[in-house]
């Protein structure tokens, strides 16, 4: 059997179950040059298939594929990846740290350990995303069939960087003198943060229509960040995050606003400014309660998490009330439960409990 300048052949050579065995041979460089050949397969199509690997390689080494440097790759996957444009303008970025080592460099004649030494060169802040980027574009041309494994994963080893320590507030109390500080108008808005774990951009973009106090449920259907208002890209990114009693009258002690939608409005009306809340009150209300190391607005969706923990609600539950995965939450916040497997102990000996109260209501001659 011929296929394009190769051959499928059948060899007198026998496998171990007497049936003919299969090779394939092709010619390099047309008439009169060497045709190597590889046999040994157990079946036409075994060999067929290898054929064809073979040939697709030697097209591309050959072809127009085989002239394709990194930044023309580059171009070409940017123009087709369907983001938001910050986040092409940040792939852009990490991206351009590889075209500088590498730009001008075919495709296919990139190599592991030229990788592996270029992210050793990367400050450490940026190393494991830029690193991620080329291999996001090498997975194209892995599926675009420019090559056949990503040189960019196999033998360079990308761990992620430490994560930044985080900071939850440690106790309800220190929140509540945080909140007296920040006074009427921003200590709710803190307490209620810190009881939904939401993200800040979210709870900046609150509108009163996204409460159910019946249901007790808030919903998270967009963030406002980087001055303007985002929407999730699916309705089913629409989230329900649950409204304990603090957050309940954390709601209660808002003064009434008619002038404006936002539920935490800025002082003028409309989204609050997180950087100059940050700069100027929050800051200074935790110095003045006393709190100490300083913390971020973001550390009280922290202390959602971390108490959330403590209260022994599931990690399952716990992601889908923060928008966040699985692996997310174990990763970032599942060491921060101090007191988790004391928790854990006391669930486990209370239902222990409860099934030995159970074997001795009914064993022990009472009433079954």
């Known amino acids: ?15 171990a179950d007497g049936k003919p065995l299969w090779a394939y041979r092709y010619r390099v460089n047309g008439r009169g040059s060497g045709r190597p050949q590889v046999g040994g397969f157990a079946s036409q199509g075994d060999a067929l298939q290898a054929l064809k690997l073979v040939l697709e390689r030697l097209h591309r080494c050959n072809g127009r594929a085989a002239e394709l440097t990194l930044s023309h790759l580059v171009e070409e996957y940017l123009a087709q990846h369907e983001a938001a444009p ?4 940040k ?12 730009g001008d460099c075919r495709v296919v004649e990139l190599r592991s350990d030229e990788i592996g030494a270029w992210r050793a060169t990367l400050p450490p802040g940026h190393r494991f995303e ?12 892995v599926a675009w069939r420019i090559l056949d494994s990503n040189p960019a994963r196999i033998g360079v080893e990308n761990p992620r960087r430490p994560h930044q320590e ?13 909140a007296e500080h920040l006074g009427t108008v921003y200590g709710p808005m803190v307490v209620f943060a810190a009881a939904t774990g939401l993200r800040p951009g979210e709870w900046i973009a609150l509108e009163h229509r996204d409460l159910d106090r019946g249901a007790r449920v808030v919903y998270v259907r967009r963030a406002f960040a980087h001055g303007r208002l985002q929407r999730p890209k699916t309705r089913r990114s629409t989230r329900a995050v649950p409204l304990q009693a603090i957050a ?7 003064p009434a606003r008619a002038d404006t939608r936002p539920l935490f409005p800025a002082p003028r009306g409309g989204y609050l400014d997180l950087h100059n809340f940050s700069r100027r009150g929050w800051r200074a209300a935790q110095l003045a309660a006393g709190i100490e190391p300083l913390r971020r ?7 959602f998490a971390t108490f959330a923990l403590r209260a022994g609600i599931s990690t399952f539950d716990l992601s889908r009330f923060m928008g966040a995965s699985l692996t997310m939450i174990d990763r970032h916040y599942g060491h921060l439960a101090r007191d988790g497997r004391e928790h854990a102990t006391l669930l486990l000996d209370s239902l ?11 064993f022990g001659g009472r009433p079954t």
């Open 352 to 362: 222990a409990a409860e099934e030995a109260d159970a074997a001795a209501w009914t």
């Open 91 to 102: 792939l852009r970025w990490l991206l351009g740290k590889a075209t500088r080592a590498f």
């Open 130 to 141: 830029a690193t991620q980027a080329l291999r996001q574009v090498l997975n194209r041309a």
């Open 297 to 303: 607005p973001y550390d009280l969706r922290h202390t």
């Open 166 to 178: 985080k900071r939850p507030f440690e106790s309800w109390a220190e929140i509540d003198a945080l």
């Open 86 to 89: 910050r986040t092409i303008a």
């Open 248 to 254: 309940l009258e954390a709601l209660d002690q808002l």
């Open 1 to 15: 059997m011929i296929t394009q300048h190769g051959q499928v052949i059948k060899l007198k050579t026998r496998g």
